[in-house]
Nanobody, 126 residues
Framework: QVQLAETGGGLVQAGDSLRLSCVASGRTISRTTMAWFRQAPGREREFVAGLFRTGYKANYQDSVKGRFTISRDKAKNTVYLQMNKLKTEDTAVYCC???????????????????WGQGTQVTVSS
């Protein structure tokens, strides 16, 4: 079992930065695929960024490339999402997800993940 807890959300203005943290407990994330998804009101959950369990290749949704960075601190059992140059369309609940067995081709598919956090709200005002 893996428990995930996200922090770092908040209300910011367009152009600002935020860093989300997802602390894992119950099992090490060193060989676990970790990802961030988000869901805005009235919209489906969408992939934001993922880090495959080998830890060396990150994937991003096109709309966040160059602005968001996903990273992992194995010593702290934590994964981060650094979000820069935030836009109003980034407003959503951001959730951390983890899975130890999914294939690389499934990194962006939310149904492939077994463990989920409760989410943290990010609101970007204009």
């Amino acid at each position: 079992q893996v428990q995930l807890a996200e922090t770092g959300g908040g209300l910011v203005q367009a152009g600002d930065s935020l860093r989300l943290s997802c602390v894992a407990s119950g099992r090490t994330i060193s060989r676990t695929t970790m990802a961030w998804f988000r869901q805005a009101p009235g919209r489906e959950r969408e992939f934001v960024a993922g880090l495959f369990r080998t830890g060396y290749k990150a994937n991003y949704q096109d709309s966040v490339k160059g602005r968001f960075t996903i990273s992992r601190d194995k010593a702290k059992n934590t994964v981060y999402l650094q979000m820069n140059k935030l836009k109003t369309e980034d407003t959503a609940v951001y959730c951390c997800a983890a899975d130890q067995n999914l294939k690389y081709s499934d990194v962006g598919r939310h149904t492939a993940y077994e463990y989920w956090g409760q989410g943290t709200q990010v609101t970007v005002s204009s």
